[in-house]
T-cell receptor, first 113, second 112 residues
Framework: DGGITQSPKYLFRKEGQNVTLSCEQN?????MYWYRQDPGQGLRLIYY???????QKGDIAEGYSVSREKKESFPLTVTSAQKNPTAFYLC????????????FGAGTRLSVL | DAKTTQPPSMDCAEGRAANLPCNHS???????VYWYRQIHSQGPQYIIH???NNETNEMASLIITEDRKSSTLILPHATLRDTAVYYC?????????????FGQGTELSVKP
């Protein structure tokens, strides 16, 4: 089945630790996105990528980093500089960057130990 | 992008139609109305979109008023699995930067 796979489903981070969230898609989409969702809130855009080896900061990029070495993969690293990382992280993709029809993964819930 | 206003919550009886309203009085001529839903602890799911004509697909129907200042998403026969937060989003069809602006949405509870 085509879709977006995020892993792990749950992740725990220790103080000062960097953690990486995986996002893989087999939809052959050019554009990929990372959003953060806090309880009872809407989604906020962290980073997005239009094509391989290109990515742009979203509204809340501080404390996060990404890479796009392959079309199907867009991992997100939550660095130790992100002081409030506890949230639900969602990865999405679309055919192109301009599309409003985005396909989402099931999410990764990150908590701090 | 135009702002949207949705009721925070609604209830619906299983098997009945669920009608979810959205106000977007500042919508501009090139902006479409998109609907997504998010089941608890899952990623959002695209439902339907439209410009000015009514639209229907296998999931739902979208009714947009003639002045385009409001719309209604209709789930014709709601099931328990339709319990979710429903988001109405207004955006140009080609969205530079690709960011979807999700507001607070409407939490729909379908009850037996």
């Amino acid at each position: 089945d085509g879709g977006i796979t995020q892993s792990p489903k749950y992740l725990f981070r220790k103080e000062g630790q960097n953690v990486t969230l995986s996002c893989e898609q087999n939809l052959n989409h050019d554009a990929m996105y990372w959003y953060r969702q806090d309880p009872g809130q809407g989604l906020r855009l962290i980073y997005y990528s239009q094509i391989v080896n290109d990515f742009q900061k979203g509204d809340i990029a501080e404390g996060y980093s990404v890479s796009r070495e392959k079309k199907e993969s867009f991992p997100l690293t939550v660095t130790s500089a992100q002081k409030n990382p506890t949230a639900f992280y969602l990865c999405a993709s679309s055919i192109t960057l301009l599309e409003n029809i985005q396909y989402f993964g099931a999410g990764t819930r990150l908590s701090v130990l | 992008d135009a702002k949207t206003t949705q009721p925070p919550s609604m209830d619906c009886a299983e098997g009945r139609a669920a009608n979810l309203p959205c106000n977007h009085s500042t919508i501009s001529g090139n902006e479409y109305v998109y609907w997504y839903r998010q089941i608890h602890s899952q990623g959002p799911q695209y439902i339907i979109h439209g410009l000015k004509n009514n639209e229907t697909n296998e999931m739902a129907s979208l009714i947009i008023t003639e002045d385009r200042k409001s719309s209604t998403l209709i789930l014709p026969h709601a099931t328990l699995r339709d319990t979710a937060v429903y988001y109405c989003i207004v955006s140009p069809y080609y969205n530079q930067g690709g960011k979807l602006i999700f507001g607070q949405g409407t939490e729909l509870s379908v009850k037996p």
